[in-house]
Each structure stands twice: as C-alpha cells, then as structure tokens.
C-alpha cells in the first residue's frame, strides 16, 4: 500500500482501477478547470502528483483543489480531501465552472449532482454527502 492509499484509506485493486477507468477526473486549480485524460485507473493524488502540483511529502493542496469526477452514467461528484469532503466555499466554486462542465463534458441537462462522498467498505457503492439534483435543477441554459 503506497502513501496515497494509506491517506485515503482505500487499497487500490482491480476493481478500484475498474472504477477509476469508468470515470473521468476533473479539478479546479489556480482559478482554472482541467480534465483528466478517459481511462485513467489512478486517483487524483496521482494524477496531481503527475502534474507536480503535489508530491508524496508535500500535499496539502488535497484539502484545497476541488476535484471531481463524471462517472459512467454522465452524473457529477465534487469534493476536496482524503475524506471527500465538501463545504460551502467549494460548493460556490464548483457551481460557478458548472456551465464549463457541462460544455466539455456534453452533460445532459438530467445529471445528477453530488457533493462529496462518504466512504463504505471495500466493494460497496459509496453514498454522497449531499445530494442537489438533477443539472436543469441548477443551472439554466
């Protein structure tokens, strides 16, 4: 178990890299959105780590980069921190790049949203945090 498992208390195996290639990564960083490559089967410490924005020693920007994914159904998560947790700071920031989430993803406007994760046991299906509704709930074109 590397460092990055041990902080997110999740030991990667098959079915955590299956999960992860069925998702797409997204951040905002530095005032700016950046989307993961399709078929990544590594986290976002990873990918971060790849990006030199944090390294193994020195990652404390996990509890400040608001992440994200778009799963294998179009639907949308966001949270910061190993524990995937979310507050109303974040919530602003994620909702004003929601129109350039939709665009580059083409999200359907039926897409749920969700705030942050909490975390279950090996194999099973982890609950969000919050849940606000489907897209055309909170952004109108």
């Keep these: 178990m590397d460092i990055f498992e041990k902080k997110y208390g999740v030991e990667i195996d098959e079915n955590v890299k299956d ?3 069925g998702r797409r990564m997204f951040c905002v960083y530095q005032n700016k959105l950046f989307i993961a490559e399709p078929n990544l089967e590594y986290s976002h410490a990873d990918w971060f780590e790849k990006n030199g924005w944090i390294s193994k020693e020195k990652d404390e920007l996990m509890d400040e980069i608001i992440r ?3 799963d294998n159904k179009g639907d ?24 350039e989430l939709i665009e580059r993803f083409k999200l359907k406007h039926n897409a749920k949203i969700f705030g942050g994760w909490i975390k279950q046991e090996t194999g099973k299906i982890w609950r969000p945090r919050k849940e606000y509704g489907k897209i055309e709930d909170n952004y109108k074109t």
């Design 68 to 70: 994200g994914i778009v």
């Design 19 to 21: 999960f992860h290639k």
């Design 76 to 99: 949308i998560s966001f949270y910061i921190g190993y524990d995937f947790r979310i507050n109303k700071e974040i919530e602003i920031i994620f909702f004003s790049y929601l129109k």
